[in-house]
């Protein structure tokens, strides 16, 4: 075969060009958008960590939300002014001015557990889901933190049935009691149960 013949793809060969300046412009991107994030990071001046605590401590101390605004919003990773808002909320304990926050859910679930209440995980606002359905697991997930975290295993029954099973499974090892394992319906969670109880406390 004379390979003098075989032409070149010019379509080919213009994509494969529109792809490589393309990776050479989101790499550059790359290093001028980190160049960017350490410079804020570097030159911004940072709160000493005790200054943080006080005014964390002082916040939930004194359930007062005003006082998490003196902390940065963000630095680095970390979201210390939400943080704050987050735990003054919980320690307020109302679970209706967890709503429209950035940590809405996390804020609910934490004061239902604080409170042993799961009345409180129907406090989330319908807005922030795209459907009823969405709603429903949050609820559920709400539900089954409150029980299992409080050790409330008499109301595991009041669970989904999948939540019904893994609460069991907590119950059983937070009792040490083989005989709760009989309780779970699905089967390899059971013998995962009987399995787990044998390991650890036989």
Known sequence: MDHSQVKSN?????????????????IIGGFYFLDFFFFLNIFTPRMSDVERSAIFNEAVLRKD?????KLPEVE????????????VLVAIGDGNLCNN????????ERIAIAK??????HKIN?????????????ISSCYYLVIVGNHRFDDCNILTIQDTD??????????????VCQKIKEIDLRNTCISDIKMYFN
């Open 65 to 69: 939300l005003s006082l998490c605004n």
């Open 116 to 121: 042993s209440d799961v009345r409180e995980c």
């Open 126 to 138: 319908h807005e922030i889901y795209r459907s009823d359905n969405e709603r429903e697991l949050f």
């Open 166 to 179: 893994r609460c069991y499974h907590e119950a059983a090892m937070y009792r040490k009691d083989i005989l």
């Open 76 to 87: 680095w990773v970390n979201h210390p002014r939400d943080a704050c808002i987050v735990n």
């Open 101 to 108: 926050r950035r940590y809405s859910q996390d804020c609910i």
């Open 10 to 26: 010019p379509l080919f060969s213009g994509w494969r060009m529109m792809v490589f300046v393309l990776c050479i412009i989101l």
